[in-house]
């Protein structure tokens, strides 16, 4: 059972990136899927998951309207295209495959990818 996220690197601000998360071992069908980061110094944090069937996403509120999460159950892999890029996106980005139902749960997890925003 394997994620494996991919896709980030060195962009600057207002510029685009998506990362990609492919699952071996496993079928993503009956699996939300969430991203998260985490900053230098600070907490791991949700931001964006979309439920198994798709009909169900969340964005982070500094995200919205800038980032958009997709999946791909034919290939078993996730995406979470990142537009108008901040600084304050400087993240290691890591994504989940979990449970949605009041809230989403991760489960298992892939390594993380970084994503550096800066001029």
């Known amino acids: 059972v394997q994620l494996q996220a991919s896709g980030g690197g060195l962009v600057q601000p207002g510029e685009s990136l998506r990362l990609s998360c492919v699952a071996s071992?496993?079928?993503?069908?009956?699996?939300?899927i969430g991203w998260f980061r985490q900053a230098p110094g600070k907490q791991r944090e949700l931001v964006a998951f979309?439920?198994?069937?798709?009909?169900?996403?969340y964005y982070a509120d500094d995200v919205k309207g800038r980032f958009s999460i997709s999946r791909d159950n034919v290939k078993n892999t996730a995406y979470l295209q990142m537009n108008s890029l901040k600084p304050e996106d400087t993240a290691i980005y890591y994504c989940?495959?979990?449970?949605?139902?009041?809230?989403?749960?991760?489960?298992?997890w892939g390594q993380g990818t970084l994503v550096t925003v800066s001029s």
């Open positions: 989940s495959a979990g449970a949605y139902s009041m809230e989403y749960v991760p489960g298992y």
């Open positions: 071992g496993f079928s993503l069908d009956y699996y939300a």
């Open positions: 979309i439920s198994s069937g798709g009909w169900t996403k």
